[in-house]
């Protein structure tokens, strides 16, 4: 049995929370937030009688627990992992990682130091058809062209949740991180330069902070990337789901018609679902003609936001049960911490950031 403590109970700590309470093999040994409110709501939802703390430090503490599983804001993502490592604790933590790629580092230095286990929350990599659709990129040849976007049009409850994000990082290298992994692993190649762009479009924002932001990623084998990400009530729901990527041999392409419908874009639970992966190939015949029609694959499994994260979970168990060498998992981590944060440092200097 692994006892867990769960820090943070929004969208993602309520998920994970969830999904521990699902999973025989863990213990939940107390919910700590911010919120009264939130912790409140989220035992009672899970049948009551947890252990409630509103002091991150204290709970660990006292509860001791095997495992830690983080999904507070990034700012506090650095302290807790640290923290929790330091006292002999494996940890999941939802991305980013960290506000910042030093910080980034730091927790995997810690993980790496005391033998802990560290898993990052790329929800992506649990779901069958974004596996199929990277697996799907590998036949298209190279140089690869990605094109990616995720655009929410919040407003109520999701804009609030929004703006208290935005006061500590921007929505390019919040969710940037999950589409940059995923070129990372459509080309196997090492970034080496980055491009970004964004704009502020609401007053409500913290001084300096933006709620819109493009990255352009160009890779060491010739192929580049674009991802943009913007949050708010003013963003536009028109091409705002974009998923492809273009090889010599063709391309693939996410039609998602639930996640791209009209109002879908503040659907958290939408933004996973791929409905359909239609591939497209190049070769022409004698009169320039395609060779071949178009095919479209469909993964049959459809996983809804919360299984995502039982999934996840259970990555987490098994790497804990069962010593799983999680190398790989955390210097990828770090690689598409860097390349969100060179957008950024590209958007405020106006210059591209050779990696």
């Given at each position: 049995?692994?006892?867990?403590?769960c820090?943070?109970?929004?969208?993602?700590?309520?998920?994970h929370?969830?999904?521990?309470?699902?999973?025989?093999e863990?213990?939940?040994v107390?919910i700590c937030?911010?919120?009264?409110?939130?912790?409140?709501?989220?035992?009672?939802?899970l049948?009551?009688?947890?252990?409630?703390?509103?002091?991150?430090?204290?709970?660990?503490?006292?509860?001791?627990?095997?495992?830690v599983?983080?999904?507070?804001y990034?700012?506090?993502?650095?302290?807790y992992?640290?923290?929790?490592?330091?006292?002999?604790?494996?940890?999941?933590?939802?991305?980013?990682?960290?506000?910042?790629?030093?910080?980034?580092q730091s927790?995997?230095?810690?993980?790496?130091?005391?033998?802990?286990?560290?898993?990052i929350g790329?929800?992506?990599?649990?779901?069958?058809?974004?596996?199929?659709?990277i697996?799907?990129?590998?036949?298209?040849?190279?140089?690869?062209?990605?094109?990616?976007?995720?655009?929410?049009?919040?407003?109520?409850?999701?804009?609030?949740?929004?703006?208290?994000?935005?006061?500590s990082?921007s929505?390019?290298?919040?969710?940037?991180?999950?589409y940059?992994?995923?070129?990372?692993?459509?080309?196997?190649?090492?970034?080496?330069?980055?491009?970004?762009?964004?704009?502020?479009l609401?007053?409500?924002l913290?001084?300096?902070?933006?709620?819109?932001?493009?990255?352009?990623?160009t890779?060491?084998?010739g192929?580049?990337?674009?991802y943009?990400?913007g949050?708010?009530?003013?963003?536009?729901?028109t091409?705002?789901?974009?998923?492809d990527?273009?090889?010599?041999k063709g391309?693939?392409?996410?039609?998602?018609?639930?996640?791209?419908?009209?109002?879908?874009?503040?659907?958290v639970?939408a933004?996973?679902?791929?409905?359909?992966?239609?591939?497209?190939?190049?070769?022409?015949d004698?009169?320039?003609?395609?060779?071949?029609?178009?095919?479209?694959?469909?993964?049959?499994?459809?996983?809804?936001?919360?299984?995502?994260?039982h999934?996840?979970?259970?990555?987490?168990?098994d790497?804990?049960?069962?010593d799983?060498?999680?190398?790989?998992?955390?210097?990828d981590?770090?690689?598409?911490?860097?390349?969100?944060?060179?957008a950024?440092?590209?958007?405020r200097?106006?210059?591209i950031?050779?990696?």
């Amino acid at each position: 049995m692994t006892k867990i403590l769960c820090a943070g109970a929004g969208h993602m700590g309520r998920s994970h929370a969830l999904a521990y309470h699902n999973i025989p093999e863990f213990e939940i040994v107390g919910i700590c937030t911010r919120s009264a409110g939130s912790r409140e709501k989220l035992n009672e939802e899970l049948g009551g009688g947890y252990a409630l703390f509103d002091d991150y430090y204290k709970a660990l503490e006292e509860t001791k627990p095997d495992a830690v599983s983080i999904s507070t804001y990034p700012d506090t993502h650095a302290p807790y992992a640290i923290a929790a490592i330091e006292a002999g604790c494996d940890v999941f933590i939802e991305k980013p990682l960290a506000e910042t790629v030093e910080e980034a580092q730091s927790i995997v230095d810690a993980a790496k130091k005391h033998g802990r286990k560290l898993v990052i929350g790329y929800i992506l990599r649990h779901h069958p058809s974004w596996q199929k659709f990277i697996e799907m990129s590998h036949d298209l040849g190279k140089p690869l062209v990605m094109r990616m976007n995720l655009n929410q049009q919040s407003f109520g409850d999701n804009w609030e949740t929004h703006k208290n994000l935005m006061s500590s990082i921007s929505p390019i290298v919040d969710c940037g991180v999950h589409y940059v992994d995923v070129m990372c692993q459509m080309t196997r190649s090492k970034p080496i330069r980055v491009a970004g762009l964004g704009a502020r479009l609401s007053d409500e924002l913290p001084e300096g902070k933006i709620n819109y932001g493009h990255l352009q990623v160009t890779f060491e084998d010739g192929s580049v990337g674009w991802y943009e990400a913007g949050w708010g009530p003013m963003m536009s729901e028109t091409a705002f789901f974009v998923k492809d990527v273009v090889g010599p041999k063709g391309c693939v392409t996410i039609e998602a018609k639930e996640a791209a419908g009209e109002g879908a874009s503040a659907d958290v639970d939408a933004h996973t679902k791929t409905n359909t992966l239609r591939r497209h190939f190049s070769e022409l015949d004698e009169n320039n003609q395609f060779v071949k029609k178009d095919e479209w694959t469909e993964t049959g499994d459809e996983p809804d936001h919360d299984e995502l994260c039982h999934r996840e979970q259970a990555f987490f168990l098994d790497a804990i049960q069962n010593d799983v060498d999680l190398t790989d998992h955390m210097d990828d981590a770090i690689n598409s911490m860097k390349i969100v944060a060179a957008a950024d440092k590209s958007f405020r200097t106006g210059e591209i950031v050779q990696l």
